[in-house]
């Protein structure tokens, strides 16, 4: 199969020569747009104390568009729409909160919601929105659908808590939806696929990539971050690993390669992370060294992505890179299947 091809964002700044990299593990294999921070709170139309962790899309008449979860002077978060029409600059921010928590008719939602994910899914004609509701039970997977990022039709809950880091994949898979979750247990919190007849029963859960233990970079928790690229080799998935310091937590990015027609069956795992916290607006903000993606666009040549990220829980940042890369990175730096689990 092929990947999804979207509308390429050209810039000067653009990923270049990439046929001339080799595989070692410590090249960068993104490339941070050099005007980041791209959105902030100073951009914002109304107050608030922070924008991060956007979902991104490409649309129809090319804009794209993220949606950010934006945290309020109360600490609680909610979702806006920015506009751009090449993804870098020139945002167009909705005036007022675009898809606010309701917490009267979902309770699940009184003390926020945060983190979207979004996928494009053909077969509804609708993109499904895939965030983390929080309330007193702790922070749980729900679901919205929209067409128009201006209405949303909600399901409420779907994974209870606690549960994050979700995204449904694009098609059915042997006759059902799929959706990757990261519930959390006392034995650590692992990287979860469920399927589901009607995006609302969800059941036959199995664990796709468990956390490692001990001193590795991924040790004890891991969850997606954007959601699964579609490629002739399998599902490409960028996951977070956190390390535990004295200093606090470091979020990293690393790679994971998974079976096309049966999704929990990793492939190939990349050894060490490959996309970490280096630039001040990264290792500083309201959550030290922390670089998040939730989102990303795929250019019109079906390889450059563009990906959109959290950067120290203050605002949003861009960073370019290659599908193809990505897997000859992990041709040359993955073990085989997810047999490094310990």
Known sequence: MTPILLPSVQSEHD??????RDVDPQRALFTRYSGNPILSRDNWPYPVNSVFNAGAVRLPDGDTLLLCRVEDRRGLSHLTVARSANGIDGWRIDATPTF???PVKYPEEIWGIEDPRITYVPELEQYAVAYTSFARG??????????DFRSFERYGVIMPPEDKDAALLPRKVGGYWALIHRP?????AHMWISYSPNLRHWGNHRVMLQARRGGWWDANKIGLCSPPIETEKGWLVLYHGVRQTASGSLYRIG??????DNPEICLQRGDSWMFGAESPYERGGDVKDVVFPCGQTIGTDGDTIYLYYGAGDSCVALATGSIRELLSWLDGNS???DAATS
């Open 100 to 102: 606010p928590a309701d």
């Open 15 to 20: 990923v270049s020569d990439r046929q001339a």
């Open 335 to 337: 073990s085989a299947g």
């Open 184 to 188: 959390m247990t006392t034995l650590g």
């Open 138 to 147: 702790g922070p749980g997977v729900s679901l919205a659908l929209t067409r």
């Open 255 to 260: 790679l994971a390669l998974f079976d096309l």
